[in-house]
């Protein structure tokens, strides 16, 4: 009984040894979404994909990131599956009108504006201020 235990212990001792601290969704993450630290968990796990580089938590306290595609409840985050997030706005005054919006200008002409939307979209802005 006494071997079982100590056999037991060794055996639960070399699996912490050898496990790699992993960063793991707790619900679901949408394409393109802006990742927080509230919808991750660190967990341990014997082994990752090879082609998988775990990101840690500490990449999120620096920065923002946003996911370049969909993650599923309980999986691992690597860093092939997001990207730094950068603001990308553009500012439009158009006399007494003011708008900012999120992306990258397609087109400008003198009735309209072609905007880029992160998720790639295209929205046109009338320079009088109504949307399409």
Known sequence: MLRLKCLFFVIAL?????????????SKINYKEIISVKKLSSGKVLSVKKFCIPATISDFENNKYYATRYLRKGSIICLKDIEKYSKNSILFNFGSIQ???????IFENDEYIKIKKRDGKIEKIYKDGRLR
């Open 99 to 105: 708008i900012e919006r999120d992306g990258e200008l």
């Open 14 to 26: 070399s699996i912490n040894l050898y496990s790699i601290e992993v960063l793991v969704t707790n």
